[in-house]
């Protein structure tokens, strides 16, 4: 079975604080992402790495950094957390099989993130 | 540009009832995949099902069943039976030719004893 796991379900921290998601999987997969899912917004992407040292921006990049420095490991960086960015976070990962659209995003269980 | 729309924001239900929730979507690719996903309580999105643009058969595992009807750009997800424990919010979601997975906003459904 794939299993992504995610450093933590429930982080809260200050405005300006500088906050680390991590999420790592367990099954070689290529490519990795962060989410974030917020009520009547559904998911939407922030940032993917189809390899190690690769990232780009997905739908809303904006405030946030990632990092990918090892294949299992996938991190998402607020450099200085604000309000709005208190959400739910979403870490995936999928398999590169030779076809992008077939594949199947594997998801952890989330962080909830709350910025005081 | 790719569009997933889940008309249905919430469906109470009770046990035992057979419940269908709608997915329609927009592409303008000839090749994608379909997808539902499960997110209970807990927060994890659960992988459900994976189809294909080129297969319309229907598919049906246990309780679930899908409905797959490219005329109408349709995917379309009924649990027969329902349990308490298929309460939760499920997502249909859309991937086209690039890397980008569409997700639709989601339907709230809870069944109750």
């Known amino acids: 079975d794939v299993k992504v796991t995610q450093s933590s379900r429930y982080l809260v921290k200050r405005t300006g604080e500088k906050v680390f998601l991590e999420c790592v999987q367990d099954?070689?997969?290529?490519?990795m992402f962060w989410y974030r899912q917020d009520p009547g917004l559904g998911l939407r992407l922030i940032y993917f790495s189809y390899d190690v040292k690769m990232k780009e921006k997905g739908d809303i990049p904006e405030g946030y950094s990632v990092s990918r420095e090892k294949k299992e490991r996938f991190s998402l960086i607020l450099e200085s957390a604000s309000t709005n960015q208190t959400s739910m976070y979403l870490c995936?990962?999928?398999?590169?099989?030779?076809?992008?659209?077939?594949?199947?995003?594997?998801f952890g269980p989330g962080t909830r993130l709350l910025v005081l | 540009a790719q569009k997933v729309t889940q008309a249905q924001t919430e469906i109470s239900v009770v046990e035992k009832e057979d419940v269908t929730l709608d997915c329609v979507y927009e592409?303008?690719?000839?090749?994608?995949?379909l997808f539902w996903y499960k997110q209970p309580p807990s927060g994890e999105l659960v992988f459900l099902i994976r189809?294909?643009?080129?297969?319309?058969q229907n598919e049906i595992s246990g309780r679930y069943s899908w409905n797959f009807q490219k005329s109408t750009s349709s995917f379309n997800f009924t649990i027969t039976a329902s349990q308490v424990v298929d309460s939760a919010v499920y997502f249909c979601a859309l991937r086209g030719s690039n890397y980008k997975l569409t997700f639709g906003k989601g339907t709230l459904l809870t069944v109750n004893p």
């Open positions: 189809r294909n643009s080129f297969d319309e």
């Open positions: 099954m070689d997969h290529e490519n």
């Open positions: 995936a990962s999928s398999l590169w099989n030779g076809a992008v659209y077939q594949e199947t995003q594997y």
């Open positions: 592409t303008r690719d000839t090749t994608y995949y």
